[in-house]
């Protein structure tokens, strides 16, 4: 064979074969399905990772080596998942969740996307038109987000955060209108 072929069929192999290695960013994305009318919404950014379903959402550590995961919360109690490709499989009492990752909607703008590190537990993480966060008081959210011009904003879900925000390089600066009116300064990792 030539070694073009050969190089392409690996290429093949590897997207075909692709699960949670010991990189976990393959998994970054939004993972989507839909059980009993309730949306279940899977989000993988780098090291964090948020699971929705239906109104209720919590940022989860997880787990992945080999294609094999398992999401974990504050107590440890765990959800096992196998991810082949585009198809992401929750475990849950001898049940399987299906979800599918979104790859149709537009990427994040650069300048926006990725993971966002304010004070007192503050997250932001914009992945592709979404935004996921975590509030000072621990508490998960996430809405549809606007970006033109390094100015931005959403309003939450959940909480109904009013969120206005403006970015220049690598620093978020938001005013958060909440429970109280704060400014917040974020930090992007890196």
């Not at 279940?40 to 964090?48: K, L, N, P, Q, S």
């Amino acid at each position: 064979m030539k070694r073009k072929t050969i190089i392409f069929l690996c290429f093949i192999f590897l997207i075909i074969f692709a699960g949670c290695t010991d990189s976990r960013y393959p998994l970054n994305g939004i993972w989507y399905a839909n059980v009993n009318n309730n949306d279940c919404v899977a989000v993988f950014m780098d090291d964090h990772c948020f699971l929705r379903f239906g109104e209720y959402i919590d940022k989860l550590n997880f787990t992945c080596e080999n294609g094999k995961g398992t999401f974990s919360d504050s107590s440890n109690e765990g959800l096992d998942f196998i991810v082949k490709g585009n198809v992401l499989t929750i475990l849950v009492d001898n049940n399987q969740i299906v979800l599918n990752k979104d790859r149709k909607t537009k990427a994040a703008h650069e300048a926006v996307k990725g993971v966002w590190n304010g004070p007192d537990g503050w997250l932001f993480a914009f992945i592709n038109d979404k935004v996921f966060l975590v509030s000072d008081y621990g508490f998960a959210d996430y809405g549809t987000y606007f970006f033109e011009n390094n100015t931005g904003g959403f309003k939450s879900a959940i909480w109904e955060y009013d969120v206005n925000f403006l970015i220049n390089d690598n620093t978020l600066d938001a005013m958060v209108v909440g429970w109280y009116e704060e400014d917040i300064t974020f930090i992007k990792e890196q």
